[in-house]
C-alpha cells in the first residue's frame, strides 16, 4: 500500500537579487557621501612670563614661599609644620593692608599646595586675593 507523501521542497534564497540591491545600496552611498575637507590648523603659541626690570613697584606683596620639600617661609621667617594658619592669622594683625602672594615650587607635591590654600582660607584670606608664582628651573 502507498501512502501519499507531502513531497518537501528545499527552500531557496535567491541570491542574485540581493547582489543587485547591495550593488545599488553601496553606489548610493558612495555618490551621496560628502568628504570633509581637513581644516587648516592655527598652531599657537602660548607666551611665557619672563621677569621684566621696571622702575616703578605696583604694589608691595610679602610672599609666602615653598619649596620642592614642602618648607614654607613668610617673608624670609620659617614657618614650623602645621602652625602656617597661626602664622598668617598674626601677620594680619601685624600688617593689616599688605597682600600675601604664593611663590611655589614646580617639584612641590599638590596636596601641600591644597594645605596651603586651606591655612588661608581659616585665616581669613580669600584665595583669589593671593595670586600664586611656580618656580621653573631656567634651562
Known sequence: MRFHRIKTTRSQIAIIPMIDILFVLLVFFIVSTAFKKPRNVLHIELPT??????????????????????NI????????????ESYLAAYQKQNPGRKLELEADKKLPLERLLQVWDALTKAGI??????????????
Open 49 to 70: 612670563v619672563h621677569e621684566v626690570p621696571s622702575d616703578q613697584v605696583v604694589e608691595a606683596r610679602s610672599v609666602i614661599a615653598m619649596d620642592a620639600l614642602g
Open 73 to 84: 617661609t613668610l617673608d624670609t621667617l620659617a614657618v614650623p609644620e602645621g602652625l602656617l
Open 126 to 139: 580669600p584665595i583669589k586675593d593671593v595670586p600664586a608664582r611656580i618656580k621653573v628651573k631656567d634651562p
